[in-house]
């Protein structure tokens, strides 16, 4: 059942454990040796990034430094000037290195899509699978984001929609706008409009969610009451709403009243 949504975190420390000097440090990236997961190396390489002590421009230098076995190979293919950016040296490195271990953006997608379908419970501990579950939504999300294409201050859009604005702020007799002062708000505009955009909103993620959770007949039958008993209709379930009523009635047993943790 999730044998292609296996937890690629663990998947990367069990391969990163493979031999001696390959645990990452503050000062110290993880290793990449092109045959673990790139997801997991990216995860894993984001986390650390939270937590290092090197200075940013060294950050992307010492990335490359950490590519070996396989991916070793397509070190010079890597920039030294962009490395050292202390902005977009680890997003440079990113991209130039992920098409040599995974396939576009429109599989990864399609990929990820086809996990969260078959991601249904079966025999799996709940509370376990709710975890799983979200982790595998949010890659889902993820995965959509990266489908919008990458532009530039010179995309025609852009371009056309700073041209109208203008024309509405002369016929205002207002001061024109700054392109570079437009720009962030404008790209920000398109990533919000491209994430409305998700094919499964809240509502249809809850529906799905409760299908997938494989509930025997007198379990569902108990959620349809509790919700009914709170005035939440069908199409008012969200994610969080059917999260909680899951936890409330089949994870925390109901003499865990003076105790507040899922597991007893």
Known sequence: MFDDAEDETFNY??????????????????SFDGRALWFA????????IDITTLDA?????????????DAAVYKPLLDRDRLRDPDQGVRYFKETLR???????????LWRFFQFLRCYRGQSDLLRWIG??????????????????VVDENDP????????????RAA?????????AAWPDWLDRRQRRHAETFPINDNLFALMFTVQADLSEQQRERLTSHMTLRNITVQQYTFEGIREAFI?????????????TYRT
């Open 157 to 168: 859009q852009f371009l056309q929609d700073l041209q109208e604005v203008n024309v509405r």
């Open 57 to 69: 421009e060294k950050i992307g230098p010492s990335l490359k430094n950490r590519l070996t076995g």
């Open 248 to 260: 409330e009635l089949f994870c925390a047993p109901k003499s865990s009243i003076e105790n507040p």
């Open 99 to 109: 098409p040599h271990f995974v396939k576009g953006n429109q599989s990864v997608f």
């Open 13 to 30: 420390a069990a391969s990163d454990q493979a031999g001696p000097g390959l645990q990452s440090t503050p000062k110290i990236p993880p």
């Open 172 to 180: 205002d007799q207002l001061p024109q706008v700054d392109p570079q």
């Open 41 to 48: 190396y990216e995860e894993a390489l984001d986390d650390w």
């Open 132 to 149: 799983r579950l979200s982790v595998v939504r949010k890659r889902l999300q993820d995965s959509w984001m990266d489908l919008l294409a």
